[in-house]
């Protein structure tokens, strides 16, 4: 009996572990990463592998020359909390830089970067 009893609470506290959490990576971006575009974008839109906290979540837009061409905070698109979109000026034509650092609803913190080209 005791050894039913024992492996019945290892069993119950097993299943009451969870996994770590994933962390919100980016999945695929608009414009792509890397890409050229012949027209200029009227916003960036990051999609990442978990939801996001949008209180914590942001992304910003830099030209070749290091000034910020986004139009303010990021915001998280309320239909899918997975998706981050920042506003951009009218771009001309140039390298650009996108730099994002995002809080998943599980608590972790990522943060990267990636460029795209608008074309002349």
């Not at 978990?50 to 020359?65: G, H, R």
Request: aromatic share 8%.
């Amino acid at each position: 009996m005791r050894t039913i009893l024992t492996a019945a609470a290892l069993s119950l506290l097993l299943s009451a572990t969870h996994p770590a959490g994933a962390h919100a990576f980016l999945d695929r971006a608009d414009p792509r990463v890397g890409s050229s575009v012949r027209a200029a974008p009227r916003e960036v839109a990051l999609w990442f592998t978990e939801k996001l906290e949008p209180a914590f979540s942001n992304a910003e837009v830099y030209n070749s020359a290091g000034a910020r061409v986004d139009q303010g905070r990021a915001r998280i698109d309320r239909s899918d909390p997975s998706v981050m979109r920042v506003s951009v000026k009218a771009l001309t034509p140039g390298t650009y830089k996108v730099r994002w650092r995002v809080l998943s609803v599980d608590t972790h913190t990522t943060e990267g970067s990636f460029s795209f080209r608008v074309g002349e």
